[in-house]
């Protein structure tokens, strides 16, 4: 999710049963309800979801759940406003198999284009980040890269279109080696809807790509996870005619759901 959501001051919660919705903003967050919450993860490992919020659009605040009020306290901070950058991404996770959450972070650079993004991942060390203990990745991407565990180590991997090709690789979690993937001739689509999900009822995640031939038409392409080995399933779908794109995907279990 990029900056510009929702801010902090709209979380309700239901009061009593029956009673109107009340405003819990001051009892969760005290004076500090300031800021775009990016992304939910349980940072310090103590099984309560802490909150990641930037602010200013370079500052990233990790609020710590706790037992007491304000039940969301900014423990931990990232300013990255002397590195020149706009965060446009916060995806926590553990990138390096030490089960100590990492942060991974899209940035725009104020003097780029829109079209180059840098990742960082901020090693989680001792509960805290360190602006100086990161990783960057070597490549910049066009679009917002795709986290999803590619080669199935259970250790997330980041997948996209670096700038320097039109096909897309894979950093593997772990060396953040990168790789070429996937034999397709197509072009992603930016921005893309791609997700990570099981299509084929295997329990194994594969991938669901939007390309595109040119730069207008979308296309819609299955690729089929077989022990970490993707291959295309089906043809390419065309997207239907007459529709008209207002924005990007998402996927549910309609069946399901209703
Ligand atoms: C909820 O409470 C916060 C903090 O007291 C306040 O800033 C905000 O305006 C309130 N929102 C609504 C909808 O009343
Ligand atoms: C971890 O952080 C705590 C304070 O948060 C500090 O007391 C402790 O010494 C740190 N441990 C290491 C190994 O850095
Ligand atoms: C990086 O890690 C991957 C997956 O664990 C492994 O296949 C690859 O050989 C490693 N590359 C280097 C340069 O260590
Ligand atoms: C980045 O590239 C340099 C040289 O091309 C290489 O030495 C280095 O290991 C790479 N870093 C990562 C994280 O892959
Ligand atoms: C992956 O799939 C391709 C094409 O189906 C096949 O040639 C290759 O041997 C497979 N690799 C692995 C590691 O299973
Ligand atoms: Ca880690
Ligand atoms: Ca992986």
Do not use: C
């Not at 960057?136 to 980041?158: A, Q, S, Y």
């Not at 670096?162 to 894979?170: A, F, G, R």
């Amino acid at each position: 999710m990029g900056p510009g959501g929702l801010g902090l001051a709209l979380l309700l919660a239901l009061a009593a049963p029956g009673a109107a919705l009340q405003n819990v903003t001051a009892q969760l967050f005290g004076s500090e309800a300031y800021g775009t919450l990016a992304a939910f993860g349980d940072f310090n490992s103590d099984k309560q979801t802490d909150l990641f919020v930037l602010r200013g659009g370079n500052e990233l605040i990790i609020f710590l759940a706790d037992q007491k009020e304000p039940y969301f306290k900014p423990r931990v901070k990232l300013p990255m406003k002397s590195l020149g950058v706009t965060i446009t991404s916060v995806v926590p996770g553990d990138y390096d198999g030490d089960s100590q959450m990492d942060v991974l972070l899209t940035t725009q650079a104020q003097s780029h284009g829109k079209d180059e993004l840098s990742v960082f991942i901020f090693w989680g060390h001792n509960q805290t980040l360190d602006l100086n203990h990161k990783t960057m990745l070597n490549k910049t991407f066009h679009d917002e890269p795709l986290v999803m565990d590619f080669n199935g180590d259970l250790i997330p991997d980041v997948f996209g279109v670096t700038s320097d090709s039109n096909k897309p690789q894979v950093f593997l979690g772990g060396n953040l080696s990168s790789h070429a993937t996937l034999e397709t001739p197509s072009r992603m689509y930016i921005p893309h809807s791609h997700a990570f999900i099981d299509l084929n009822n295997d329990f194994t995640a594969d991938l669901f790509l939007t390309t595109s031939p040119d730069s207008k038409t979308i296309q819609f392409e299955t690729w089929v996870n077989k022990d970490g080995n993707f291959s295309k399933a089906g043809n390419t779908k065309e997207m239907p005619s007459g529709v008209k794109v207002v924005g990007q995907s998402v996927f549910a279990d309609f069946e399901d759901v209703i």
